[in-house]
C-alpha cells in the first residue's frame, strides 16, 4: 500500500525534467553548461526516502563549494529539492547524476534496527546560454499563491511563490523559495523556458514522456545508477563500474572517490 502512495504521489508531481543524456549533442551540452538545473525527487522506502533527498543534496552542496561552484536552492519541499548550480564546470560535474540512486541502511528513524532499501530520482538539466526561440507571452501562464519554506511573516503574508505553465506543452514548474515574486517568476521562466528547449530536441528521437521516464524512472528498484550501502561503507556507481568504501566521505561531498578512478 505504501508503494501505491508513493507512486500515485509522484504522479501527481507537477515538476519534471526533461532529458538530457539522449544524444551526443546533448551529452555535449553538459560538459558546456556554466549553469543547470538538479532536481532530487523521493522514491521508494517512504519516509527514509526523502531523508536521503536532504542528505544527497547536502552532498551535492558541498561537492560543488569544493569546485568553486554557487548553488541556489529554487525549491525545496519534503522529498523534492530544485536547485540551479554554477559556475565553470558545472554540467561536467554533475554529468554523471541523473538517474535512480539507492540507498540501503538502517534508517535514521528505524527503532528496532531493520535494514531497508530506499530510492531516489535525480534529473540534471543544462540552462542553454542561448535559446533559439525564446517563449512567447502568450505562451505561458503565471499563477501566483503563497510561498513556502523558511521566509519569515513577509513570505506568508504575500502571494511569493509562482508557477509557470507552458501552454501548448503543459510543462510546468513551480518556484516557492525565492523571497519575492520577482525573483521566483525570473527563476521560473528560466527552467520553464530550459525545459521546453529540451523538449523540443528531444522530439526529434523520441516522446517527451518516455525520453523523461529514462532519465528519472518511477523511483523503484531497477536500473539504478549507484548504491549507497551505509552497512558496509560502500557506494558502488553501477554506471561507471567504480567504486569506494568511504561512503561517509562521499556523503561529505567527495565524489570524486567514486567518479575519478
Given at each position: 500500500?505504501?508503494?501505491?502512495?508513493?507512486?500515485?504521489?509522484?504522479?501527481?508531481?507537477?515538476?519534471?525534467?526533461?532529458?538530457?543524456?539522449?544524444?551526443?549533442?546533448?551529452?555535449?551540452?553538459?560538459?558546456?553548461?556554466?549553469?543547470?538545473?538538479?532536481?532530487?525527487?523521493?522514491?521508494?522506502?517512504?519516509?527514509d526516502?526523502?531523508?536521503?533527498?536532504?542528505?544527497?543534496?547536502?552532498?551535492?552542496?558541498?561537492?560543488?563549494?569544493?569546485?568553486?561552484?554557487?548553488?541556489?536552492l529554487?525549491?525545496g519541499?519534503?522529498?523534492?529539492?530544485?536547485?540551479?548550480?554554477?559556475?565553470?564546470?558545472?554540467?561536467?560535474?554533475?554529468?554523471?547524476?541523473?538517474?535512480?540512486?539507492?540507498?540501503?541502511?538502517?534508517?535514521?528513524?528505524?527503532?528496532?534496527?531493520?535494514?531497508?532499501?530506499s530510492?531516489i530520482?535525480?534529473?540534471?538539466?543544462?540552462?542553454?546560454?542561448?535559446?533559439?526561440?525564446?517563449?512567447?507571452?502568450?505562451?505561458?501562464?503565471?499563477?501566483?499563491?503563497?510561498?513556502t519554506?523558511?521566509?519569515?511573516?513577509?513570505?506568508?503574508?504575500?502571494?511569493?511563490?509562482?508557477?509557470?505553465?507552458?501552454?501548448?506543452?503543459?510543462?510546468?514548474?513551480?518556484?516557492?523559495?525565492?523571497?519575492?515574486?520577482h525573483?521566483?517568476?525570473?527563476?521560473?521562466?528560466?527552467i520553464?523556458?530550459?525545459?521546453?528547449?529540451?523538449?523540443?530536441?528531444?522530439?526529434?528521437?523520441?516522446?517527451?514522456?518516455?525520453?523523461?521516464?529514462?532519465?528519472?524512472?518511477g523511483?523503484?528498484?531497477?536500473?539504478?545508477?549507484?548504491?549507497?550501502?551505509?552497512?558496509?561503507?560502500?557506494?558502488?556507481?553501477?554506471?561507471?563500474?567504480?567504486?569506494?568504501?568511504?561512503?561517509?566521505?562521499?556523503?561529505?561531498?567527495?565524489?570524486?572517490?567514486?567518479?575519478?578512478?
Open positions: 500500500k505504501e508503494r501505491e502512495n508513493v507512486k500515485e504521489e509522484q504522479e501527481q508531481r507537477e515538476v519534471s525534467l526533461a532529458p538530457s543524456l539522449a544524444s551526443r549533442k546533448e551529452i555535449r551540452s553538459f560538459f558546456d553548461a556554466s549553469e543547470i538545473i538538479v532536481e532530487l525527487q523521493f522514491g521508494e522506502g517512504g519516509q526516502s526523502k531523508i536521503f533527498v536532504d542528505e544527497l543534496f547536502a552532498a551535492y552542496l558541498k561537492y560543488a563549494q569544493s569546485l568553486g561552484l554557487k548553488a541556489e529554487l525549491h519541499s519534503e522529498g523534492h529539492i530544485i536547485a540551479k548550480i554554477m559556475g565553470n564546470g558545472a554540467g561536467r560535474a554533475f554529468r554523471h547524476e541523473p538517474g535512480k540512486h539507492c540507498v540501503q541502511r538502517i534508517p535514521p528513524t528505524e527503532t528496532k534496527g531493520r535494514k531497508q532499501t530510492m530520482s535525480v534529473a540534471v538539466l543544462p540552462i542553454p546560454k542561448k535559446v533559439e526561440k525564446p517563449l512567447m507571452d502568450s505562451e505561458v501562464e503565471i499563477t501566483t499563491t503563497k510561498g519554506g523558511p521566509g519569515g511573516q513577509h513570505r506568508n503574508k504575500t502571494e511569493s511563490a509562482v508557477r509557470a505553465k507552458h501552454i501548448p506543452t503543459g510543462i510546468t514548474v513551480f518556484i516557492g523559495n525565492g523571497r519575492d515574486q525573483s521566483n517568476k525570473r527563476e521560473a521562466i528560466s520553464l523556458t530550459a525545459r521546453v528547449y529540451e523538449l523540443r530536441k528531444s522530439q526529434a528521437e523520441s516522446e517527451y514522456g518516455a525520453s523523461r521516464q529514462a532519465q528519472m524512472g523511483g523503484g528498484r531497477s536500473d539504478k545508477v549507484r548504491t549507497y550501502n551505509f552497512m558496509e561503507s560502500r557506494v558502488v556507481d553501477h554506471r561507471l563500474g567504480t567504486k569506494t568504501s568511504n561512503v561517509k566521505a562521499v556523503m561529505k561531498g567527495q565524489f570524486d572517490l567514486i567518479l575519478k578512478q
